[in-house]
């Protein structure tokens, strides 16, 4: 008797199911939006259970899991990008009548979500000098005080905080603290160790290494505040694809050979830029003498490769970044190129200006040899 031809239900319903999969180094990648239940019981159970691949299946958990263990956390939540963790985590904890109060040296993407949507929301939104001691930071500080935000070092100008101190006087007045936790990238400096409750990284930056991926992540050890994270996840929608986690993981696994190298380069071209005499000061908390060398120091188990430099008054910056071949202009940062770019449009939002003594310019020490920056840098500098 003839079989007859496969019709549509055949298509969709003949894989027979899998068995054990192989095990290899790395996650396995599912795709999929919809998750199949064991049972009709299962379809609400919520606790036991996923329901959604949004969610994230095998990759995003591995993802996971290995932050944790990186960040010492309870728990961590993935983000479609670095400002989605911050301003996610900030939803998540915050509510119409808190104020909150940020260090005035925050990404600048941070201060955009905070004067544009945190305040239409009824948040009360204060900066704050990254200079301010601890008890003079709380001294006055509002009732409904809720939660305070850090980001040492500081974007642009690498201002360090004193990160323990800031957070323990939090803790004492049930104030919440998060910190931006990128340039550490939760290798060199672990927040979570130092009483902060929420560190956050863009992923983006040196987890994924490659200038290639969006992600970002807050890591909590309270299981309460980690607790809130998920929701807020869940209430937003946000999602995290398992190809982008398995890359992300894959970065992961090299980020201490990497952020070796880039500290490692990044505080020799630091050094050399010292004995300029186009620059006026180079802005490196791991140099000796440096502004926060001293927290650095403490606190840190090494440097990345992002700090900034001063020129000399009247130098042409964009000039001085033209001219350079191998330091590509750009935003971003923790890839395996070096990058630089011009700080003082960036400069003019903040609410405690300081003088720097000229063009402020940051750069980011990739992966390439070290003397091939420094002639490249030489020759952009002898043209200022």
């Known amino acids: 008797m003839a079989k007859r031809p496969p019709n549509a239900t055949d298509l ?3 894989d027979a199911p899998p068995g054990a999969l192989a095990r290899t180094v790395g996650p396995p990648i599912q795709k999929g939006s919809t998750v199949l239940l064991p049972n009709a019981a299962a379809l609400y159970d919520d606790e036991h259970f996923l329901t959604y691949g949004r969610t994230g299946l095998a990759a995003q958990a591995a993802l996971a899991q290995a932050l944790a263990g990186l960040e010492g956390a309870a728990g961590v939540a ?4 670095g400002v989605a963790a911050l301003s996610g985590a900030m939803l998540a904890l915050l509510k119409a009548g808190d104020a909150v109060r940020i260090v005035d040296t925050v990404y600048k993407p941070t201060r955009r979500f905070c004067d544009q949507v945190l305040t239409r929301y009824g948040v009360e939104v204060e900066y704050y000098d990254p200079a301010m001691p601890a008890d ?6 509002p009732a409904n005080l809720r939660l305070v935000l850090l980001e040492s070092p500081g974007s642009l100008t690498l201002e360090m905080q004193d990160v323990a101190a800031i957070a323990a006087a939090a803790r004492a007045r049930g104030v919440l603290t998060v910190m931006d936790n990128t340039w550490g990238a939760g290798w060199l400096f672990r927040p ?3 009483g902060v409750d929420v560190s956050v990284q863009s992923l983006t930056k040196y987890v994924g290494g490659h200038s290639d991926l969006f992600m970002g992540s ?14 807020g996840i869940t209430h937003m929608g946000w999602a995290v694809a398992g190809d982008d986690a398995y890359q992300m ?4 696994r090299t980020l201490p050979v990497r952020m070796g190298r880039h500290g490692e380069s990044g505080l020799k071209i630091a050094t050399w830029l ?9 802005l490196h908390p791991a140099l000796p003498g440096a502004p926060g060398h001293e927290l650095w120091r403490r606190d840190y188990t090494g440097a990345c490769g992002l700090f900034s430099i001063v020129l000399k008054p009247g130098n042409d910056a964009d000039g001085f970044l033209d001219a350079l071949k191998l330091f590509g202009l750009g935003f ?3 890839g395996f190129e070096s990058l630089a770019l011009a700080c003082d449009p960036q400069l003019k939002v903040r609410r405690y200006p300081k003088a720097y003594g000229g063009p402020v310019v940051r750069l980011h020490v990739g992966l390439e040899d070290p003397d091939d920056l420094i002639a490249d840098l030489a020759q952009a500098l002898a043209g200022v």
């Open 12 to 14: 969709i319903h003949g």
């Open 78 to 81: 993935l983000y479609p990008s």
């Open 136 to 141: 003079h930071l709380f001294a006055q500080a």
């Open 192 to 194: 979570l160790d130092h």
């Open 218 to 231: 807050a890591a909590a050890r309270n299981p309460a505040v980690f607790s809130k994270l998920s929701q």
């Open 249 to 252: 993981l894959r970065g992961l």
């Open 274 to 282: 010292t004995e300029q005499s186009q620059v006026v000061k180079v």
């Open 332 to 334: 971003s940062w923790g």
